[in-house]
């Protein structure tokens, strides 16, 4: 049977096809531009969107499993229950969902909040499915390498709590394994939830420490006040948009994302390597910066 991938173009999504692709998985995305990745020999393509109810439907004929991350967009929560709600219309019941760290506490922040409500949909409604949980993406940072590298400051407001930055490539392969697991299932299994996260929980001058030391030169953190994160996020997407990003940044302040206990061994285990870090990324995009 087909594994269906929804969320296949993004940083997340298409190391989670490369990982099916690799593990000789059946795998169909819905894309609304075929023409924005070349996805692996023999992926299937439907062109369409999630909104789209004929394409979304043509998207799950013969399908068994999916793998579901949405966009932060004003209608997530929508697209999210209407998709959730076409997939038990074809019979589809195994899901992997990738909501975010802490995503039942974190109320006010809108894209946060979206993924509480569609865990509780695949509680009520009896779905098979993993929920994974994400932290602070690593990835996010080449956002603002160019400001790390010129500037000599880590922009993000952060906080002193401390986030375990996870790498999209850890949370793709996870997610892999899980599509695998549950594809091949013999019968129904239990709804779980796994925490994504990194091998270290960073603060943001400790983020800041670690520029200094790889590029040999001081970097300084640009402290926790939003306010001018939220007008630089203003410059270059909508409004509500950028006042989301703050409400976001804010928590991180406030609360962090830590791991429970058990949460970094339990990855390890689960992908057999150690977890990529913080300073391997920062390494990469200074031996990249050097190249140039």
Do not use: C
């Amino acid at each position: 049977m087909t594994i269906l991938v929804i969320g296949a173009t993004g940083r997340v999504g298409r190391h989670v096809v490369d990982q099916l692709v690799q593990r000789n998985a059946a795998v169909r995305v819905l894309t609304r531009d075929p023409s924005k990745i070349v996805f692996p020999a023999g992926v299937e393509v439907v062109e369409g969107e999630i909104l789209d109810l004929d394409a979304l439907r043509r998207a799950f004929e013969g399908v068994r499993t999916l793998f579901l991350l949405n966009a932060v967009t004003g209608d997530e929560f929508a697209q999210a229950i209407i998709t959730l709600n076409v997939a038990r219309e074809a019979g589809v019941e195994r899901v992997v969902y990738l909501s975010v760290f802490d995503a039942d506490r974190a109320v006010n922040v809108p894209h946060f909040a979206v993924k509480s409500g569609a865990e509780r949909m695949l509680v009520q409604m009896g779905f098979s499915a993993t929920i994974l949980r994400p932290s602070y993406f690593i990835d996010n940072e080449v956002m603002i390498k160019d400001v790390i590298l010129g500037h000599g400051v880590y922009p993000m407001p952060i906080g002193s709590k401390g986030l375990a930055m996870v790498d999209a490539r850890d949370i793709a392969e996870v997610a892999a394994i899980e599509l695998i697991r549950r594809d091949q299932a013999a019968g129904k299994l239990p709804i779980e939830t796994i925490n994504l996260v990194g091998p270290d929980t960073l603060t943001g001058p400790q983020v800041a420490a670690i520029w200094s030391d790889v590029l040999g030169r001081p970097v300084a953190y640009g402290g926790d006040d939003p306010s001018g994160f939220e007008a630089n996020m203003a410059t270059f997407m909508p409004k509500w948009t950028a006042y989301e990003m703050r409400l976001m940044a804010e928590r991180y302040v406030s609360e962090g994302m830590i791991p429970k206990a058990g949460d970094v061994e339990r990855l390890t285990t689960l992908l057999g390597r150690p977890l990529h870090s913080y300073r391997a990324f920062a390494e990469g995009i200074a031996a990249d910066a050097a190249k140039a």
